[in-house]
């Protein structure tokens, strides 16, 4: 076996959700639905937005994104999850688990600041719609995406770095269906202490700010909307609100769920069935959630539709 660098592993076997071989077929069918509804319904929001000028607002042009880095790490993630329930060995190589790595955190990441870029959209809004267009100009709106991949990417290299970092001497089972933080740490020979503490800093700092700023936003949003005399006008407002917030709560639930608990406290079983929600389970709801729920998009699909049949 050729020797890598900081590790004697050339390659890792993923050995997925299950070993139970009459699971495996039926796993699989399953999690392929799953990523072509993935697949189908985020490309038909970006196309969507991109085809209709009414939808070239702030508010589209985050969702815009969000489609984007949804549809991306679940493209990292789940065609490589597929692979473990149709083949013996789902092997990866030690490179090809640290892109995937890395990747998925700058998407994960990046996610997780667009979200709090949208919550910020909406304050401005409901809150100071005189002022909105001016505040949420394209330039700024522009800024605020940078600064998400800019922290996708900063974050992204900080864990690669750290498990890098590490050496792997024998074992190269990853008792999970990708390359993820915590169960390559318990395959190191070193001690992951100092790892581990890397990774609840940055994790604390990526789901900290976006969330105390979305907390701050929709605590500002509610105080606005309850001074609202017409039921038409709070009902609009919780409307345009109630997507993001559904949202929100099921990616920074499950994602704090797995990486703010103690190893010790989460066995990697439980950990791994958990990162399903927003690795696989998120990036298909998103577009379901915005779509149905949303007016603007229902009459931009419309729209869509009425000139494909038309032409």
């Known amino acids: 076996m050729v020797i890598t660098k900081n590790s004697s592993v050339t390659e890792f076997i993923l050995a997925g959700l299950t070993d139970k071989p009459e699971l495996r077929i039926p796993l699989f069918f399953l999690f392929l639905g799953f990523y072509v509804v993935t697949v189908l319904g985020n490309l038909g929001l970006i196309f969507l937005i991109g085809l209709n000028p009414h939808l070239h607002t702030p508010m589209y042009f985050f969702l815009f994104n969000l489609s984007i880095v949804d549809l991306s790490y679940s493209t990292t993630i789940t065609p490589k999850m597929l692979m473990s329930f149709i083949t013996k060995k789902n092997m990866i190589m030690h490179a090809g688990c640290m892109t ?8 994960v990441i990046s ?4 979200l709090s870029a949208m919550a910020y959209d909406r ?62 740490l318990e395959l190191s ?68 769920f797995v990486y703010l608990t103690p190893p010790s406290l989460l066995p990697l079983g439980q950990g791994k069935v958990s990162s399903l929600f927003y690795t696989i389970v998120v990036p298909m709801l998103n577009p379901l959630i915005y779509s149905l729920r949303n007016k603007d998009v229902k009459i931009a699909l419309k ?3 009425n000139r494909k049949i038309f032409s």
């Open 100 to 107: 995937q790595l890395f990747f998925f955190c700058f998407f």
């Open 303 to 305: 729209k869509t539709f």
């Open 189 to 256: 020979c070193n001690s992951t202490s100092a790892n581990e503490l890397v990774v609840f800093i940055v994790v604390a700092i990526v789901i900290g700010i976006p969330i105390v700023t979305i907390f701050i936003s929709y605590v500002l949003i509610l105080c606005s909307i309850l001074r609202i005399s017409s039921t038409e006008g709070r009902s609009k407002a919780f409307s345009t609100c109630s997507s993001h917030m559904i949202v929100i709560f099921l990616f920074f639930g499950s994602g704090a």
């Open 123 to 184: 304050y401005v809004a409901i809150c100071n719609p005189l002022v909105y267009t001016v505040t949420m100009s394209p330039h700024v709106c522009l800024l605020l995406l940078l600064g998400a991949y800019g922290m996708g990417f900063a974050g992204a290299i900080v864990h690669i770095g750290s498990i890098m970092s590490l050496t792997f001497c024998s074992d190269n089972l990853i008792n999970h269906f990708m390359c993820d933080i915590f169960p390559l």
């Open 111 to 114: 996610e997780s600041f667009v």
